[in-house]
């Protein structure tokens, strides 16, 4: 059993940035970010393997970075030039590695993202 604790959501204006961390109670293999608004499906964000290597929706992608420090078992999703359709609640997670939410077996809490225009 994997537990992961998400932190560094908030209100941001349009055009800032965030930087939020996940950190996780054991080792993990892949880690990735989802985002969910009310009504609607967790949307895929980043993911990123143990060997470091990463893959982004073209929605985020130029904008997000998602890195890991393994000696922390820790993961962190750095979002610039945020838009108000990024706001939402973000969760991380542990599992395959895929874009799809079904194939993460464990998740984090959620922090909540809020962009201001």
């Known amino acids: 059993q994997v537990q992961l604790v998400e932190s560094g959501g908030g209100l941001v204006q349009a055009g800032g940035s965030l930087r939020l961390s996940c950190a996780a109670s054991g080792r993990t293999f892949s880690m990735g970010w989802f985002r969910q608004i009310p009504g609607k499906e967790r949307e895929f964000v980043a993911s990123?393997?143990?060997?470091?290597?990463?893959y982004y929706p073209d929605s985020v992608k130029g904008r997000f970075t998602i890195s890991r420090d393994n000696a922390k078992n820790t993961v962190y999703l750095q979002m610039n030039s945020l838009k108000p359709e990024d706001t939402a609640v973000y969760y991380c997670?542990?599992?395959?590695?895929?874009?799809?939410?079904?194939?993460?077996?464990?998740w984090g809490q959620g922090t909540q993202v809020t962009v201001s225009s």
């Open positions: 997670a542990a599992g395959a590695g895929s874009t799809r939410a079904r194939d993460y077996n464990y």
């Open positions: 990123i393997t143990w060997p470091g290597g990463t």
